[in-house]
């Protein structure tokens, strides 16, 4: 077969393939491509391993928990009452007013036994001062001196046309009975306060402990001024309103208790020694002359409020857990009676001045119940009387003559009773929401049966006449900085009213 004559075109395509391999040749690259294929192939058999480095894992950050927070009602629980009670509660109010000696808040030991008053002292500088003071009156007491005068009648002034109330005078009294045949004296005053002469001075104001005040109190006593009270933290405060210029300004403050202070109770046949009870079951007496709160009594339940029978100075009542009454009997050292009384905690006990073993209990279950302790049965109670209202009560006062009552409650009205078995019942329509940050408004009696007195959330004191059944007048003045809800009418000075407020001032309305 004959050959076939190369183009041009294949000759050149021929010489560019045979140079090319010599250039592949001199670059060794046929070699190094079969040991590129060798290795591969051992690598799909198995025959040779490679290790991959993981890269380090990053730690997860810490995430914070997703809470569901659900309240006690929707876990079918029963309400949490520990951390808010119906008078538990602290102000915010900013305020310029004289900051007392006051150091910081401490935990306050709960002792079970004495505890030394030095230890319980949580003011600045010393209560030695203090002490002395209530030392004094003892030792008056005892050179046969007396210490607390007794405000039976009332003086009056003729001013004008008006006759205002200064000191003794003669009153009209005359017997009532009630159904039950208790006897109740009706007594009739001849003058009254002048409202328009009370004032508010800069001198009678003072922060005298922190936090909300829960009660406060004068000294019965005529010649010197002491205020004493008690906030939620359970402090206890005294301020003698008459040291002024005096280091701490006359300002001692104690810490008790735990818990918030119920009541504050002088003993009137020795003014040194000072009962105080408090929401977490203690009852201490403060003894100034060995220096000390003695614990009298400890109970599983709160102490919600404290009162003493004007005919018996050794026995103390006192408001326990709910609708419970105890009587404290300081000759036996332990509870003589026990009763329950109402089907909530009881906030007030009081008895009428004319007739003690009239007592009255205000609740929070909405009743007023009037007792006679002659016939209260233990096994089942019988009140003389019961007055509803609509929510809880937190007050009930007899007027000075006894015969009148002043309840106070949270349906927004101030409740009175009179008449010879407290049957003529009366409304006077008051605002009493004070929300949870301010106590409680309690109306309180002044020094006869004409008017009570009120705070208001417009920083103002009103006062009910008792006659008109309405608020005939205001107390304002642009030294009030605060609520006032608590209040105390001093025994032994007509016109000295005491009001304390959430921040822990006092205030001192006074009667030129």
Known sequence: MATQKLTEYEIKRLENIRRNDEMLAALQLHAKASLLSKASKRQRDGSAKSYKVSPAKKPKETETPTVIRRSLRTRGMPPDSNCLDADSNENSDKTTLNQASISREKPSPCVLGPLKMRDAYDGTGSDRAFIDTLLSFERKLKSGVGVKEKFDYLKVKEEGNDRVLCGPVTRKVKSDNLNCGIKIEKREFEGRVDLESMSLEPENIARIMPRRIMTVRFLPQSDVNIVAAGNKLGNVAFWNVDSKGEKGNGIFLYRPHTGPISGILFQQSC??????????????????????????????????????????????????????????????????????????????????????????????????????????????????????????????????????????????????????????????????????????????WGWDDSFVYVGNMKRGVDIISLDQRRVIKTLQSPHMTAIPCRFHAHPCRVGMLAGATAGGQVYIWTSS
């Open 271 to 444: 003014l040194s020694k000072i009962f105080t009870s408090c929401y977490d079951g203690y009852l201490r007496l403060m003894d100034a002359e060995k220096e000390v709160f003695n614990l009298v009594h400890s109970c599983d339940d709160a102490i919600f409020c404290l009162s003493q029978h004007p005919n018996d100075m050794k026995s103390l009542y006192f408001g326990e857990g709910r609708g419970g009454l105890n009587v404290w009997d300081d000759r036996t050292g332990s509870v003589s009676s026990q009763w329950t009384l109402h089907e909530d905690r009881i906030n007030t006990i009081d008895f009428n001045p004319q007739n003690p073993n009239i007592m009255a209990t205000s609740s929070s279950d909405a009743t007023v119940c009037l007792w006679d302790l002659r016939k209260v049965d233990a096994g089942k109670p019988k009140s003389l009387k019961i007055v509803n209202h609509e929510r809880a009560v937190h007050s009930a006062y007899f007027s000075p003559s006894g015969s009148s009552l002043a309840s106070t409650s949270f349906d927004d009205t101030i409740g009175i009773l009179s008449g010879v078995n407290f049957e003529d019942t009366s409304r006077v329509q008051h605002s009493n929401q004070t929300g949870r940050w301010i106590s409680s408004f309690r109306a309180t």
